[in-house]
């Protein structure tokens, strides 16, 4: 159980309902024993008034309501406590689920994109769903039923030692064998429960692709083949899931053949010693009643191996995730406003994953509210440049300034606080326009979301769409064109005001005439922003104060429009390909 140790801190954490649950079940365990002592006594009262020609049969009648009475009320006492104890431990279970919910998926916003390309999002999800609902079983009602049997088994034994030690010696007997036999099939269950988690995260990914693909699909006309695929995952996840309950199904049966023979034991020793005279009728009883008493807590010992085997192997899976530690850590901050000058110093950076070298020994500078315009091939290094600057990546040589300070010393979210980003591919939530747009600055008014729709040319698309600013998008509701997605994302970065505004090629969905009205917005709105736009269309860049042209990570090519397409050269013929284009 090394893996469940890392919930030790919540289980200090929630300490004081803990020990509660534990008092609880304590004494509702010692109420329960109370009703077997009493029938023995009640039996051994009327086996002697059966054997006695003096007895008042009044007397008798009387020992029997008394006990009858207080047999009924203990065990209302009891039931009462173990509603508590469950309410007590449950509920304490929920609160780890939670913390650990919260304490995974804050963790996952903190590893670096390099964790993301490794892992797959399914295997995410399920880490954090399945996975921490397998936990949940151990901190709740594992945790419950054991403290439950421990204290049942400490109790009913101690006090069956104290009235007849002999035969509860024998009567423990097959005790070691459900040890032994508990410890082999434990260890089975724990690796094939790995292996049903892992199968798991496996259908999850497949299904999720499936269902973010499902235009690829369709359009290919591979549903048959889809669902083959996932109808062999789903096989070969039946056939794990049947490989683990055909161990777990041992359990059961083995603890009540255990108890039976327990019984048989009690029965015949204990039918012995109250024929020699040993003891009394109303221990045999009583010992009977304690043995059937343990045989839902013994059977349930399975059950509990069962949920810990399998939380184990949860906890390993959501461990090693914990572990992951972000490359990129954040700094102790400036403590400055930051006017947005920007210095790159002999940088360079090669992706470890696959070994290519996307920035190669770059020098550049930008000055603070100027505009900079990237252009040059796919895959030339322009969008890991942006990248850099919002530390996604921090560069393998080299070192990046803003104004002055090392990037390394801005803290994270001063630093990023300060960015307004419209990546290449942009992301819109699965909620109303306006929340998307609101995302940039969760405060900004109806007002304010409406002025930079205004700028990035999409309020009027909206003001067409029957709910207007409030029309959900995704799923739920419209699906806006890509241009319209590309426009929303700039109002969504433009509503944060920030020092530094990063464009990467996020114009490449829209019309000319769209362009030159955003262009024309952006041109008042960030004179005093440092710019940087990625384009392959130098339409989009020609009004900046530079431009610079990338190849294979390098700068080949770099100064104003006017000089650069004067100059033989990438931009040049680039530039003489579109103007032909738009002429046509």
Known sequence: MKELRYLNKYFYKYRTKLLWGFLITVVARIFSLVAPRLIGNSLTAVENYLQSDNSDLSTIKQILLVNILIIVGTTLASGFL???MRQTIINVSRYIEFDLKNEVFWHYQRLTQRFYKNNRTGDLMNRISEDVGKVRMYVGPAFMYSINTVALFIIVISYMISIAPELTLYTVLPL????????????????KSTLVQEMLSKMSTYAQESFSGIAVIKSYNLQA??????????????????????????FFPLMILLIGCSNLIVIFVGGNQYIQGTIEIGVLAEFIIYVNMLTWPVAVVGWITSIVQQAEASQKRINAFLKEQPEIESGKGIGKPIKGTL????????????GVKALDNLNLTVPSGSTLGIIGNIGSGKSTLLDTLMRLYDPSEGSIYLDGHNLKEFQLSELRNNIGYVPQNAFLFSESIEDNIRFGKPEATEE????????????????????????LLGERGVTLSGGQIQRVSIARALIKDPQILLLDDCLSAVDTDTEEEILSHLKSVTKNITTLIVSHRISSLKHADQIVVFENGKIVQQGQHADLIEVDGYYKDLFEIQQANSSK
């Open 82 to 84: 173990t509603f508590l």
């Open 176 to 191: 070691p064998i459900l040890s032994v036999t508990i410890y082999k099939l434990s260890r089975i269950i724990n690796q």
């Open 225 to 250: 083949q889809a669902a083959g695929d996932f109808n062999a995952l789903a096989t070969e996840s039946y056939d794990k899931n049947m490989d683990l309950v055909k161990v777990q199904a041992w």
């Open 343 to 354: 210095e790159f110093k002999n940088v360079s950076l090669t992706y470890p994953e696959t």
């Open 448 to 471: 304010a979301i409406q002025t930079v729709a205004k700028k990035a040319a999409v309020h009027d698309n909206i003001f067409k769409f029957k709910e207007g600013y409030k029309t």
